[in-house]
């Protein structure tokens, strides 16, 4: 059976990971955008990750025409480092203030984290469905070390200044084939998709 898709993101990069790890022919993929025909400004008012992927999965409900049949996912992420008391956490996408892009939060984490030897972290990630008014939550994660400086280009977010367990260059430095076979979307996108399409 082929199911229809529905991703719930404004974030350019996110959406084309997230599109790029649910290739697969039973999968029809589209944005938010062109189902609804607008972008929606979601304020994500949770303390966790868990009830931020809530917030913006529910937020299309009010779309009912448009998301007939459909599959909802929306995803809620960011990084968690030990050494700053799990910060920034769910706050990721507005660390250090809504002038920063996502180099200036990398320059601004690494800058909080000074020489700290403990530099252990994790991405997390929360993928929320909708399918016939059921929710359901799939999470996924990945632990690493924070790098001393801004490595590679590939990616986006905090990708530069993150190395994955096991090797020794950021997930932006690395080939896209390893990020999205280990990641925390990866991770959480597995399991939503052994739950629809079932091996
Ligand atoms: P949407 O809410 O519209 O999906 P967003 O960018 O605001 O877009 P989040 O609220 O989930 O998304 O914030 C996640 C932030 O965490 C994101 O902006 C990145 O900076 C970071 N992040 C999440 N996943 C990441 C990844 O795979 N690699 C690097 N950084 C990541």
Do not use: W
């Not at 359901?136 to 280009?153: D, F, N, P, R």
């Amino acid at each position: 059976m082929t199911h229809k898709i529905v991703l719930v993101t404004n974030n350019e990069k996110k959406c084309k990971e997230l599109e790029s790890l649910l290739n697969n022919p039973q999968l029809t993929v589209k944005r938010y955008s062109d189902i609804i025909g607008k972008t929606l400004d979601i304020e994500e008012t949770g303390d966790t990750f868990e009830e931020n992927a809530i917030i913006k999965a529910k937020a299309l409900l009010a779309y009912p025409q448009q998301i007939k049949n459909c599959i909802i996912v929306a995803d809620d992420s960011g990084i968690e480092v030990d050494a700053l008391n799990k910060e920034p956490g769910v706050y990721s996408a507005r660390y250090g203030g809504p002038d920063l892009d996502d180099e200036g939060r990398c320059q601004y984490l690494l800058k909080n984290l000074g020489n700290s030897s403990n530099r252990n972290a994790r991405f997390r990630c929360v993928i929320a469905t909708i399918i016939n008014q059921e929710l359901k939550l799939y999470t996924g994660s990945v632990e690493g070390q924070i790098a001393h400086s801004i490595e590679g280009e590939k990616g986006f977010g905090y990708d530069p200044i993150f190395i994955p367990e096991g090797y020794t260059q950021s997930f932006a430095q690395l080939d896209y084939s390893i990020k999205s076979s280990i990641s925390h979307r990866a991770k959480a996108l597995e399991k939503f998709k052994e739950f629809i399409s079932p091996k």
